[in-house]
């Protein structure tokens, strides 16, 4: 069996010393912003990124890789004991692990979330391996016009997931892919929209934009609150769920691992979605539904088993395609590009060592998190004491540093600081960031898929229509948009993200 | 004509001035080429017609459609925290760690609700030794630690 020699190999790269050195470090630093609210996994990889230029590829992958995955364990601890998420994709955590705490019994929900992750991690892990391989020897036979709408459905799927006003999700895709073409134009040599700054002419920094339009603006917005946080912490004293409380969730947990892998997959897909979608399933399949809302356990083990499901399933295709499905891929895309590898399905044949390597080490990882999470959740519970005040300094600190060292010019920063008023802003006017950065990272390459398609097909627009693969692509973009713009549909969904 | 949805109007408005702008932008000064061979001007312009056109559709239905107002802005933390990431990257080369971070810290602390002196200045140091140690020493990245003016006495 090939999967096998293929693990092996990626066992071998992930348990040298360095390699779990850096994704200890990594699912610790997840676990940290997860558990403190207001920090979220975007921004923190963004801050990182720069400081991994100096690392190897597969360590400094290995470690962005467990932060993500890690912020979904320490994220459901801040939800379950704050009633605030740590992390976005544990909102529907709070609903029934707060009331769970608040009955006593914040140890077993904890004990549950963490269980519940790691089988959804193992899984995962496995999903990815199998489906992964077939899914890059696909994509390798992918022309320009495949790519072309491939991505298109990739944004279009973004659009369709994001919260709020689908108008306005597609203006900010289109303004990201627009803002994804400053900088000289690798056609022509023109250069673009740079106002006669020298400092773009390489195009804006990805990591400054996400520094800005998250870092910056999730500080700010943070600042605008006021608020006292309750924690129970005198309250964990016994962790190990009951019989009954397994009896209760092993089916739960199943089923929110499938539809997170599922979910995850899809453009647009990711942790967050994942969480949502198992909760609302669990509700209308559960025999206690009539607890939920009121501490059902099964209310915290499903979304918990989804969004860690997600997270990892949303590598599948970044490696295989070397498409972003959300903002914390299209990170990982920064991170490849920094390192001199260009993401798509060649990555699996022509650095193995790094596929199977981070493959094997989300497995890895996973484990360390339980061992992070069940044994040491005390000292997560301290964290949450410390007073945001004190945070939101470092955090600007660490920020500054990392987007100063991307070219040694101050001239990023004043960018960062932008782009920080530009996501402030958008907050203000409900526009989401998150499509944005995708189209941003896509701008380029949709360009030059573009004109190389209609370059072969002598300026053919039909061409896109005229491949199988390519035309299905688009005709599930037409549909997608077109069922969210029916107002039926667009009804259920802005119910299921008011939920 | 009356505001109805002041969210979606203005959200209209930026982006039709971003789409409009940088498709204007883009017709004056780049090559428009062909469907075949497009120019650099050709993406961009296609993008910001759409842009500009869907931000339209915003903006008018805002006069029809009743929407939510925009939350209250809060130029404290807002001014104050961009003017401290802007403060540090133009005064690091000349002040040295030591100074901009005393500025980036103490500005955006500023910037929050509660400002206590003692507490934002152990805060500060700490920071700083943290920043000497892993980014200068451990990273080995080219900040200078002191002041330009006062370099030759300060050795850390």
Redesign the interface.
Not at chain 2, 111 to 114: C, D, N, P, T
Not at chain 2, 139 to 143: C, D, E, G, S
């Given at each position: 069996m090939e999967i096998f020699a293929n693990l092996a190999l990626g066992f071998g790269v992930a348990l040298s010393p360095f390699n779990l050195l850096m994704c200890l470090i990594g699912v610790v630093l997840g676990t940290l912003i997860g558990v403190l609210p207001g920090v979220g996994p975007v921004a923190t990889i963004a801050m990182l990124l720069p400081i991994t230029f100096n690392l190897d590829p597969v360590a400094a992958l290995i470690m962005l890789a467990g932060i993500y995955y890690g912020a979904q364990y320490g994220g459901s601890t801040t939800a379950i004991l704050v009633n605030l998420p740590g992390e976005s994709s544990s909102v529907v955590t709070c609903l029934d692990g707060y009331q769970m705490a608040r009955q006593g019994r914040a140890g077993p929900a904890l004990a549950t979330a963490a269980l519940g992750s790691f089988f959804a991690g193992c899984v995962a892990t496995l999903v990815v391996a199998m489906f992964a391989p077939p899914l890059a020897e696909v994509a390798l036979k992918f022309g320009p016009s495949e790519y072309f709408s491939l991505m298109v459905l990739g944004l279009v799927a973004a659009v369709v997931l994001a919260h709020g006003s689908l108008i306005k999700a597609i203006c900010m895709v289109l303004l990201g892919l627009m803002l994804g073409l400053v900088g000289t134009d690798v056609n022509s040599g023109v250069l673009r929209f740079a106002f006669g700054v020298p400092e773009i002419a390489d195009g804006i920094g990805f990591v400054t934009v996400a520094m800005g339009m998250f870092g910056l603006a999730e500080i700010i917005g943070n600042l605008e609150q006021k608020g006292a946080r309750e924690v129970f912490t005198s309250k964990v004293t016994h962790l190990w769920p009951t019989r009954e409380d397994f009896k209760r969730i092993w089916k739960p947990i199943l089923r929110g691992t499938f539809l997170g892998s599922a979910l995850g997959i899809l453009p647009g897909g990711g942790a967050l979605l994942s969480s949502f979608g198992a909760y609302t399933l669990e509700k209308q399949v559960s025999k206690y539904s009539h607890e939920f809302g009121k501490g059902a356990i099964e209310g915290v083990a499903a979304p918990e088993s989804a969004n860690n499901a997600g997270a990892q399933t949303s590598f599948i295709p970044l490696l295989t395609l070397g498409i972003p499905s959300n903002a914390v891929m299209a990170l990982m895309i920064g991170a490849m590009m920094i390192q001199g590898i260009a993401p798509g399905p060649q990555v699996m044949t022509e650095r193995p060592q790094l596929f199977w390597g981070m493959i094997v080490s989300m497995w890895i990882g996973n484990l360390m998190l339980v061992v992070l999470n069940l044994p040491l959740i005390g000292i997560w519970i301290k964290l949450l004491t410390v007073p945001y005040r004190w945070l939101y300094p470092s955090i600007l600190v660490f920020m500054c540093i990392g987007v100063f060292s991307l070219s040694n010019n101050p001239f990023d920063t004043l960018l960062m600081a932008m782009f920080g008023l530009l996501g402030y802003v958008c907050v203000k006017l409900e526009c989401e960031p998150a499509p944005m950065i995708l189209g941003f990272i896509l701008g380029p390459l949709m360009e030059e898929n573009l004109r190389r398609a209609m370059l072969l097909s002598r300026g053919d627009a039909l061409v896109f229509f005229q491949k199988p693969i390519s035309a299905s692509f688009l005709v599930v973009s037409i549909i997608l948009l077109a069922i969210i713009a029916l107002p039926n549909i667009r009804k259920k969904r802005e119910e299921a993200f008011q939920e | 004509m009356q505001i109805k949805s002041p969210?979606?109007f203005?959200?209209g408005a930026?982006?039709i001035a971003?789409?409009a702008g940088?498709a204007a932008?883009?017709i004056k000064d780049?090559?428009m080429g062909?469907?075949?061979?497009?120019?650099?001007a050709y993406?961009?312009t296609v993008?910001?017609g759409?842009?500009a056109i869907?931000?339209l559709?915003?903006l008018l239905r805002a006069l029809a459609l009743k929407g939510?107002k925009?939350?209250q802005?809060?130029f404290r933390?807002?001014l104050l925290?961009?003017?401290?990431?802007?403060a540090?990257?133009?005064l690091?080369?000349p002040l040295g760690l030591l100074g901009a971070?005393l500025l980036?810290?103490f500005i955006?602390?500023y910037?929050?609700?509660?400002f206590k002196w003692k507490?934002?200045l152990i805060?500060y140091a700490g920071?700083f030794v943290f920043?000497v140690l892993v980014?200068v020493k451990g990273?080995?990245?080219?900040?200078p630690i002191c002041p330009e003016a006062i370099e030759d006495y300060c050795r850390f």
């Open positions: - | 969210k979606d203005w959200a930026m982006f971003f789409g940088m932008i883009a780049y090559q062909n469907a075949v061979r497009m120019g650099p993406f961009p993008l910001g759409l842009l869907l931000g559709v915003l939510e925009i939350g802005f809060h933390p807002l925290i961009l003017a401290a990431c802007v540090f990257g133009y690091l080369k971070l980036l810290v955006s602390a910037g929050g609700h509660e507490e934002v805060l920071l920043s980014f990273l080995t990245l080219p900040f």
